[in-house]
């Protein structure tokens, strides 16, 4: 059984830092992309990064967070990281993290990560509240 799930959210003030954690079980860590969305109340949900161990540990960033936030993964413990500094009220939200549906699909090389459809399993969502 896949399962995903998210720990590390919490309350900061502007220019603080979080580690978000995802533990993933129920497949093989290294043949599937995973990545992080958020979804803030009101609004669309949106792609925030992606890794892939796939072809080794290639990561990518959506540009309101590139330079800010980290992704990284550990294999051996089946978990992607992701370390938000500078955080901003904007980044309010509740972030959650995904499997890619295909096995070595590549999307995060190739750019398909941005699509939700590329997805089939996700957390439950940790919540992440910027605010002074």
């Known amino acids: 059984q896949v399962q995903l799930v998210e720990s590390g959210g919490g309350s900061v003030q502007p220019g603080g830092s979080l580690r978000l954690s995802c533990a993933t079980s129920?497949?093989?860590?290294?043949?599937?992309?995973v990545g992080w969305f958020r979804q803030a109340p009101g609004k669309e949900r949106e792609a925030v990064s992606c890794?892939?161990?796939?072809?080794?540990?290639?990561?990518d960033y959506t540009d309101f967070v590139r330079g800010r936030f980290t992704i990284s993964g550990d294999r051996p413990k089946g978990t992607v990281y992701l370390q938000m500094d500078n955080l901003k009220p904007e980044d309010t939200a509740v972030y959650y993290c995904?499997?890619?549906?295909?096995?070595?699909?590549?999307?995060?090389?190739?750019?398909?990560?941005?699509?939700?459809?590329?997805?089939?399993?996700w957390g439950q969502g940790t919540q992440v509240t910027v605010s002074s």
């Open positions: 129920g497949f093989i860590f290294g043949e599937y992309d």
């Open positions: 890794y892939s161990a796939t072809g080794g540990d290639i990561t």
């Open positions: 995904v499997r890619d549906l295909s096995r070595w699909s590549q999307s995060c090389r190739t750019g398909r990560w941005h699509r939700w459809g590329e997805y089939d399993y």
